[in-house]
C-alpha cells in the first residue's frame, strides 16, 4: 500500500503513523523489513508526517530526520456519553458487582497473568472481557469470577461499558505497547468510568 503514493496523482499526502509496525507480535524478519522499507518510501515522499504518541513523534523525526507532528487520537464523546442510546444487556445483569471491565480484542499483548493475580485474590470482584478472543486461557475460564463474553457490535459498546464499575487497559509492557496511544483508555474515560492501566507514557 504505501507504494501507492508512486502511481496515485496527488498535490499533497500525509504519512499517518499510528504504532511501531515493525513490533508487531505477527511480523516475522522479512515482513518488519517490509515494512522497514515501506516506512522509509513514506518518510521520503510525503508532504507531512503525523504520528498518534508523543514517542512515535520521537522516533520518526528521527528517524526520517524531519520535523514529524504529534497528533494523538481521538474518540467520539458523544457516541459513549449519550445515555438515551443505552439498551439494557441480559448478561451484564446476570453478573454481580463490583465489574472490572474490558472491551477489545483479546490478545498474547495483554497481561493475562496480572488478570489471574487480581481474579483470585479478589474473588469479590468480577472480571469481564468483551470482545474476540485470539489467545487461549483455560486457567482464567475456570474462575467463577471471570467472564468472556465475545465479540460484539460496536454499537453496544457503551451500553456493556455501563455495566463497569472500573475500566481495565492491561499490556505486557514490550516496544509496541510502549508506543502506542491507546484510544481504549479514552474510549473508558469519556463512558465517565474510572480507569485502570498499565503503565503508558502517552
Same mark, same amino acid.
Given at each position: +500500500?504505501?507504494?501507492?503514493?508512486?502511481?496515485?496523482?496527488?498535490?499533497?499526502s500525509? +504519512?499517518? *503513523?499510528?504504532?511501531?509496525y515493525?513490533?508487531?507480535?505477527? /511480523?516475522?524478519?522479512?515482513?518488519k523489513?517490509?515494512i522497514?522499507?515501506?516506512?522509509?518510501?513514506? *518518510?521520503?515522499k510525503?508532504?507531512?508526517? #503525523?504520528?498518534?504518541?508523543?514517542?512515535?513523534?520521537?522516533?520518526v523525526?528521527?528517524?526520517?530526520?524531519?520535523?514529524a507532528?504529534?497528533l494523538?487520537h481521538g474518540?467520539?464523546v458523544?457516541?459513549?456519553?449519550?445515555?438515551r442510546?443505552? /439498551?439494557?444487556i441480559?448478561?451484564?445483569?446476570?453478573?454481580d458487582?463490583?465489574v472490572?471491565?474490558?472491551?477489545?480484542?483479546?490478545?498474547?499483548?495483554n497481561?493475562?497473568?496480572?488478570?489471574?493475580?487480581?481474579?483470585e485474590?479478589?474473588p469479590? *470482584?468480577?472480571?469481564v472481557?468483551?470482545?474476540?478472543?485470539?489467545?487461549s /486461557?483455560?486457567? /482464567?475460564e &475456570?474462575?467463577?469470577?471471570?467472564s468472556?463474553l465475545?465479540?460484539i457490535? +460496536?454499537?453496544?459498546i457503551?451500553s456493556?461499558?455501563n *455495566?463497569?464499575?472500573?475500566c481495565?487497559? #492491561?499490556w505486557v509492557? &514490550?516496544?509496541?505497547?510502549k508506543n502506542?496511544?491507546?484510544?481504549?483508555i479514552?474510549? +473508558?474515560?469519556?463512558?465517565g468510568?474510572?480507569?485502570i492501566?498499565?503503565e503508558i507514557?502517552?
Open positions: +500500500y504505501g507504494k501507492a503514493i508512486d502511481f496515485i496523482k496527488h498535490e499533497n500525509f +504519512y499517518y *503513523y499510528s504504532d511501531k515493525t513490533e508487531a507480535r505477527v /511480523l516475522d524478519e522479512e515482513g523489513n517490509l522497514s522499507n515501506l516506512d522509509e518510501l513514506l *518518510y521520503t510525503c508532504n507531512e508526517l #503525523f504520528c498518534a504518541s508523543k514517542l512515535l513523534t520521537e522516533y523525526s528521527e528517524k526520517s530526520g524531519r520535523n507532528h504529534y494523538p474518540v467520539d458523544d457516541f459513549f456519553m449519550d445515555k442510546n443505552l /439498551l439494557k441480559e448478561e451484564m445483569e446476570k453478573i458487582k463490583p472490572c471491565g474490558y472491551f477489545g480484542t483479546l490478545t498474547v499483548s497481561d493475562w497473568e496480572l488478570i489471574k493475580y487480581c481474579a485474590n479478589r469479590e *470482584y468480577n472480571f472481557f468483551v470482545g474476540r478472543k485470539e489467545v /486461557l483455560p486457567e /482464567l &475456570k474462575l467463577e469470577n471471570v468472556f465475545g465479540k457490535d +460496536y454499537s453496544l457503551p456493556y461499558g *455495566y463497569f464499575d472500573v481495565l487497559n #492491561f509492557m &514490550k516496544d509496541w505497547i502506542s496511544s491507546p484510544l481504549k479514552k474510549e +473508558y474515560i469519556a463512558l468510568k474510572p480507569v492501566s498499565t507514557e502517552e
